[in-house]
Structure formats: structure tokens, C-alpha cells
């Protein structure tokens, strides 16, 4: 009996203290421990494609919309008024004393007024409100390119006597007007638009000249006309307008003829007048 006790006491794991597990088993317990910690601590990573989710309080940011162009006058003006404004004067070292002659809310009125009007109403007070003379002496022997002066006025805005003409400098003219008083590129190319005895400046040509390719049109139309279309008579009650062709012509005779004899086209652009021309090439039943 007491052997027995004995080797229950020692087969015992639970219960002997000097007892230790195997190498192998505890290696395994602590790689489970290990692994079982990385997974708790680990947060899971998000998918690939899935789309981040914002909070109600979070602001939801749209992409930069591109820039519109500019498509009225109206918002052209106002955008040139803007980075147009109201510059330095002249300065104290000029003779003319310019900033003496008009405050600082007369200049503000007049470059509003000045950029309220259209292109070619600015181009027409600028052309008024600068006079150009023939040069009284000349400074350089022989023949001098500049053979005019330019007299700048303005006119007293806001005022008991309002609507009064003051002569200025140039460089107070053109800052007042918001340009740079280095730059009177503007200015000029006004005043050399036309002759001095002229009334108003030659208009803004800018968008409106011909383009290159532009084909005459008088050409193909007189080379239609060549071909005699005439009204038929038996629909001069019902079609006076429409003309007709023999019914052995074809459209694509025409336009080989006129590419060999006057100058090469497409054939739509020949036939787009053939159309405008009201020429037709049906066949006429009887009736």
C-alpha cells in the first residue's frame, strides 16, 4: 500500500512541484501564445478596393473643377476692372503736379466709368481724350521718326465744375486708367489705328479676319451657273424657286470639272453650295 502511494505521488504532474514539460511542448505553447497575441493586436488591414467610408462630420471634398473661359463682355469687363484699379500717380517731381489736380475718389470714378464701357466704347474715350499734334521742335538732325506730341487730358468728375478738361501727364493718364505707366503699348496702337483727322479709331479687327483656308464661294457658284440650271416648266407653279440640271449631269462631273479647270475642292464643300443654290438633280416624272 505504500508503494502505491508513493507512485501515485510521483505520477502525479499536477501535484509534484519539481515537475517540468517537455522541451517541444512548451516551444509549441509559446509559438500558440505568440501567434494568438499578433492576431489580437494586429488591426485588420482594409481591402484593396474598398472605398474609405466619412464620417457625417467629416467634409466631403469634391475635385477642382476646371476653369470656364470668360464667354460674355460683361464678365470680361469685369474681370479687367478687377486687376485694373487705380495705381500711383505721377509724383511729387513731375511739374504738372498731376495728384494735386484730381483727389483720390475723382480718379476711382473715372477708371469705373472708363471700365464699365465695351472694347470699342473705351477705345473711341481714350481716342477723345488724347490730342495729337505735330512736333514744334525737333530734337536729332536730319528726319525724325516721331513727327507728333500727344496731349493727355481728362475730365473733373465730382466736382462744382464737373465735366471741366484738365491736361495730365502720361504716366497719370495712364495709371489712373490702371496700366502700368512703363506700359502705353495700349494707347498707341489706338492712336496709330487711324489718321489724326479722323473721328474714331479704326475698330478692333481681333476674331474677325478671314481664315486662311476660306474658300471663295463666287467661284464654284459661277461655275454652277456655267451648267445653265434652269426652271423646269412643269413645276414653275408648285417649286418657282428650285432649279434643275440635265439629267445627264451628275454632281460628280461638276466637281471634277471644277477641281481640273478652276481650283481643287472637296467634293462636299461643292456640293454644300449645289445645296444652297437650290439645284436639284431628280428626274422629273410626267405629268
Not at 466704347?121 to 513727327?147: L, P
Request: with cysteine; aromatic share 6%.
Amino acid at each position: 500500500m505504500q508503494l502505491d502511494s508513493e507512485s501515485e505521488e510521483y505520477d502525479d504532474e499536477d501535484r509534484d512541484p519539481s515537475y517540468s514539460l517537455p522541451k517541444a511542448r512548451q516551444s509549441s505553447d509559446k509559438d500558440t501564445d505568440q501567434l494568438d497575441d499578433s492576431r489580437d493586436s494586429t488591426p485588420p488591414s482594409p481591402s484593396q478596393h474598398e472605398v474609405p467610408k466619412h464620417t457625417e462630420d467629416e467634409p466631403v471634398t469634391a475635385p477642382p473643377r476646371k476653369k470656364k473661359r470668360l464667354r460674355t463682355e460683361k464678365e470680361r469687363n469685369e474681370r479687367d476692372a478687377i486687376s485694373h484699379g487705380v495705381k500711383g500717380g505721377c509724383g511729387v517731381a513731375y511739374k504738372m503736379a498731376c495728384n494735386q489736380k484730381f483727389t483720390i475718389e475723382q480718379r476711382d470714378q473715372i477708371n469705373k466709368s472708363f471700365w464699365e464701357l465695351t472694347l470699342d466704347e473705351r477705345r473711341k474715350w481714350v481716342w477723345s481724350n488724347v490730342r495729337q499734334m505735330k512736333s514744334k521742335r525737333t530734337t536729332t538732325q536730319g528726319d525724325s521718326r516721331r513727327g507728333k506730341t500727344f496731349q493727355y487730358q481728362l475730365r473733373k468728375v465730382l466736382t462744382e465744375d464737373d465735366g471741366s478738361i484738365v491736361d495730365v501727364c502720361k504716366v497719370f493718364f495712364l495709371t489712373t486708367l490702371g496700366y502700368n505707366k512703363r506700359s502705353d503699348g495700349v494707347i498707341m496702337r489706338i492712336l496709330n489705328s487711324a489718321p489724326p483727322e479722323a473721328l474714331s479709331p479704326a475698330p478692333d479687327m481681333r476674331g474677325k479676319h478671314a481664315p486662311k483656308n476660306k474658300i471663295d464661294v463666287m467661284e464654284i457658284q459661277r461655275h454652277i451657273k456655267s451648267f445653265n440650271p434652269v426652271v423646269h416648266h412643269y413645276r414653275r407653279e408648285h417649286a418657282p424657286n428650285r432649279l434643275y440640271l440635265p439629267s445627264d449631269i451628275t454632281i460628280t462631273d461638276m466637281h471634277k470639272d471644277f477641281c481640273q479647270n478652276v481650283f481643287a475642292i472637296s467634293r462636299e464643300s461643292y456640293r454644300k453650295q449645289v445645296v444652297e443654290m437650290n439645284v436639284s438633280f431628280a428626274v422629273l416624272e410626267g405629268e
